[in-house]
C-alpha cells in the first residue's frame, strides 16, 4: 500500500513538473570545445527553443576525454529538463570505446531529439602538393604525414583511421584535439597538414583558401562544395559517415518534458532562419520522434563498435 501511495505520488510530483516545465533557464551541456559543429547546433538551435519555450537557453562546452566529460556530468545531473547534453555520434562511439566513462549511454540517457547531421570531411593544408584523395594516399606513403581529430573517439577520427589506416595500410597516427574548433586550427597552422572533421568547421577555411578539400563521406556531393567528391568517386567505395548532432536528457526526466524538448527542437528545425543558416554549413536537417533518435541510436552504436572492436581501436 505504501509503495502504492509513494508511486502514486511521484506520478503527481512528475506531472506538475512536466506542466510548469520550463520555469527557469536550460543549460545545453556540449562535451567539446566550442566552434565545432556540436556547438554551432546547440547554439543555432537553442537560440530558437529559447524563443518557443520562453526561457533562456545557456550553452555551456564541458569539452575533454572525446566528449565524456561533459557526457558524465549530465548522466549525474537532475533529471528535471534543465540540464540538457548536446553532443554528436561520439555518444555511439564512446559505448564501446570508453566503457568506463562514468555513465552508461544507454541506461542512464533518454535520446530526445536529432536536430542535424553532416558528412565528415578530408581536408589538407595548401602547402600540400596533393588535390586528390589518392595522391594524398600516394604521398603518405613516402612523407611522414598525422592527421588532425576533433577527439579520440569522434566519427571523424574513425572515418580517418578507417580510411588512412585499415583499408590504406598507411599507419597515418591522428593527433587529437579537444574539439573541432582546435583541430582545424593546428592543419590551419600546418601542425599537422591533414585532418578530419564534420564539414562546418572547415568550410570558412576551404573557401578562403587556407585549406584544401579532399573528399567528402556522404552517399552524394554536398552542395556547398560541389566540386568536391565523395569517397566512393575517389576510389573508396563503402564508406558513408555522418556526424549527427544530439539532444539527450538524464534517464528519470518526466515524459511530457521529453516530449516537450522534442516538440521545440523539431519547430525550431521547420524555422527558416535556422534551415538557413544550418544548410549553408552543410548539414542535413533531421527532426523526428525520441523513439525514432533511441532506435537510431542503438543502430549507430553497435555500427560503430565494430570499427572500434576490428580497428583495435583505444581511447587517448
Known amino acids: ?43 543555432i538551435t537553442g537560440q530558437k527553443v529559447q524563443e518557443l519555450l520562453g526561457q533562456p537557453v545557456v550553452v555551456e562546452s564541458r569539452a575533454g576525454a572525446g566528449g565524456n566529460i561533459g557526457t558524465a556530468f549530465v548522466a549525474k545531473s537532475a533529471p528535471d529538463g534543465y540540464t540538457v547534453l548536446v553532443t554528436s555520434s561520439a555518444f555511439a562511439v564512446n559505448a564501446t570505446l570508453s566503457p568506463n566513462a562514468g555513465y552508461d549511454p544507454e541506461r542512464d540517457f533518454i535520446p530526445t531529439a536529432v536536430p542535424a547531421r553532416q558528412p565528415n570531411l578530408v581536408f589538407v593544408h595548401p602547402s ?8 594524398l594516399v600516394a604521398h603518405a606513403k613516402s612523407a611522414k604525414l598525422a592527421f588532425a581529430s576533433p577527439g579520440s ?69 554536398v552542395q556547398v562544395m560541389p566540386d568536391v567528391p565523395t569517397f566512393a568517386e575517389a576510389g573508396y567505395p563503402g564508406i558513408e559517415d555522418y556526424t549527427w548532432i544530439g539532444v539527450f536528457l538524464p534517464a528519470g526526466t518526466p515524459v511530457a518534458v521529453v516530449q516537450k524538448l522534442n516538440d521545440a527542437v523539431n519547430q525550431s528545425m521547420r524555422a527558416p532562419e535556422v534551415r538557413e543558416k544550418l544548410t549553408g554549413l552543410a548539414y542535413d536537417l533531421v527532426g523526428g520522434s525520441p523513439k525514432e533518435f533511441a532506435d537510431y541510436v542503438k543502430v549507430e552504436i553497435a555500427k560503430w563498435g565494430k570499427v572500434v572492436r576490428e580497428g583495435n581501436i583505444t581511447a587517448q
Open 153 to 221: 573517439g569522434t566519427t571523424p577520427h574513425l572515418t580517418g583511421e578507417y580510411l588512412f589506416n585499415q583499408l590504406s595500410k598507411l599507419g597515418m597516427p591522428a593527433v587529437h584535439f579537444r574539439g573541432a574548433g582546435p583541430a582545424i586550427a593546428a592543419v590551419v597552422g600546418g601542425e599537422p597538414t591533414v585532418g578530419a572533421g564534420a564539414i562546418s568547421t572547415p568550410l570558412p577555411h576551404v573557401k578562403a583558401g587556407r585549406l584544401r578539400a579532399i573528399a567528402v563521406s556522404s552517399a552524394a556531393r
Open 128 to 135: 600540400l602538393p596533393v588535390k586528390t584523395l589518392a595522391e
Open 1 to 43: 500500500m505504501m509503495r502504492a501511495l509513494v508511486a502514486l505520488l511521484g506520478f503527481f510530483v512528475a506531472g506538475a513538473q512536466a506542466q510548469t516545465w520550463p520555469a527557469k533557464p536550460i543549460h545545453f551541456i556540449t562535451p567539446f570545445a566550442p566552434g565545432g559543429p556540436t556547438d554551432i547546433v546547440a547554439r
